[in-house]
């Protein structure tokens, strides 16, 4: 039987608990997997240790039924440790992942949602993102909520398994709100 077809009216939104925490790194992981052609390297640990992104920023549940579908960690301020930018006036969205089994059912849209609505109730005036040039499906989602790319944000990795000879480039987006 295919998997239900969830969407914005069928996703429970809430904040992780310690209990979604191991599923919701699992699931990262095997999301993030899934995308690159190379092994995730230290940053696999980053994707697993949810209890850490959590005691910074709020990290996100999708959930239906009992089930996490996916994540997301908000970022609320550019002074938490999560934060990739150094503007005070934007929050930022990091580590959106989907259950591949669930991907394309609008759950990332539901997620990142969430995301808007609480960076505008907190007076932001912009949401910033990185995303790789594997994330394909990513980047349609984030430019059909209305992300721009912002080439002049991009941040080059170099950490193992990359270098300075063949970087990582995080390409940047901005939601002005």
């Not at 934007?90 to 995301?115: F, W």
């Amino acid at each position: 039987m295919p998997a239900a077809p969830w969407n914005d009216w069928h996703v429970e939104i809430r904040p992780a608990v310690p209990g979604d925490f191991e599923a919701l790194g699992e699931l990262t992981v095997m999301a993030y997997e899934a995308l690159f052609d190379e092994p995730l390297g230290g940053y696999e640990h980053e994707l697993r240790d949810v209890a850490r992104r959590a005691a910074d920023s709020e990290v996100l549940v999708a959930v239906g039924g009992d089930e996490v579908l996916g994540g997301v960690t908000y970022v609320p301020s550019s002074g938490q440790a999560m934060s990739e930018f150094d503007d005070e006036h934007a929050a930022g969205i990091r580590m959106l992942a989907v259950d591949p089994r669930h991907q394309g059912e609008g759950v990332g849209r539901a997620l990142v949602k969430e995301c808007v609505s609480r960076a505008r109730a907190a007076g932001r005036d912009r949401i910033v993102l990185h995303s790789t040039t594997y994330m394909t499906a990513a980047q349609a989602l984030y430019r059909s909520v209305g992300f721009d790319r912002a080439a002049d944000l991009d941040v080059s990795v170099i950490d193992e398994p990359y270098s300075e000879e063949s970087p990582l480039i995080l390409m940047a987006f901005v939601l002005e709100l």
